[in-house]
């Protein structure tokens, strides 16, 4: 593992280099975002095709001042969600890079909150651009190790903060339209956001947006795939019709005590968590998909959540993208 101090990633971060860093949500491959050489080996080493714009993180609402416009939407969203896992989309000024924004005259912005990458931040004294630390379309990294695992021989090093406390990535608000649009869900639920601004929001939504560019290139519907190919059933009892097994099935159940002690075999069960609670499902989600994968099976089963809450919608979004093909 290249495990690192803080001197040594603000060091490697100055010097034009990229490292990972923890967030509340995943771990982040950081680069300055001011510089158009390091913006450009983040995409090289992650694979990412250069029209999926990366988000920048800055430590306050003053720093985001001088990379965007912020509307007063914008500004009581972040008085209120920031330090925190909400991405607003706005205008960008000049001053950052098109390599950052794929070209687009629009620029993510978020203020973490995790004290090791508010550190980093505060000492660069400058905007970092940070896309989830895994190669393209593959799974987000909750743990330096996953990180690790998903990068090989080519990691930079990686500052451990332990492993990711929210485990989903950020919610996704694009500011710049008539009204308030969430462009991916997360953490910070379009009913909370309607409840604090008093406005209906909109949910983006593929149909509408049919015949237009694409606003968000990043929601392409395959992302976040693990190696192995998984099958999505609409409910835990849909899986437990299945009749026939074999050794070449991963079962992932939500929790623990949903696993029936027979009838599964000659499969392999494991579980999301053990209470079952959207929240740790989130938080647990990434590192069983990049456990599940270790099994080396030929296909995971798992099942929707059902409690019908926002971080389970979250949760599910992740799983529908995931085993999409
Ligand atoms: O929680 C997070 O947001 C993590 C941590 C590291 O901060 N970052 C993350 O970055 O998930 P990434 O690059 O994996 O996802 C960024 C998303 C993509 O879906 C991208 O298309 C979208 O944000 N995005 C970035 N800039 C955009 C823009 N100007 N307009 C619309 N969507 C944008
Ligand atoms: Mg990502």
Known sequence: MREASITD???DLLGGGIVALPTETVYGLACLALDDNAVQKVFDLKGRPS???????VLNIEQAEN?????SIAKLLCQEFWPGPLTLILPKKAVIPEKVTAGLNTVAIRSPSNPLFRKILEKADQPLAAPSANRFSKVSATTPREVMDSFGEDCPPILDGGKSNIGLESTVLDLTGDTPEILRLGPISKRE????LEIEILNYSKTKHANTAQKSPGLSSKHYSPETPICLYKDVSAILQVEHWT??????????NLIPSSKLEPATAIAFSVTGEAKEIA??????????D?????????ALLEDG?????AVNDRLTRASSS
């Open 283 to 292: 938080h647990n989600l990434y590192a069983t998909l990049n456990k599940a």
């Open 51 to 57: 029209t999926n714009p990366l988000i920048v993180h």
């Open 309 to 313: 809450g926002d971080v389970a919608g």
């Open 9 to 11: 990633c603000l060091a």
């Open 247 to 256: 050794a070449d099935d991963l079962i992932i159940f939500p929790s623990e």
């Open 294 to 302: 270790r099994f080396e099976k030929k296909l995971m089963h798992m």
């Open 67 to 71: 990379i965007a416009e912020l509307n």
């Open 193 to 196: 956001l309607e409840k604090f």
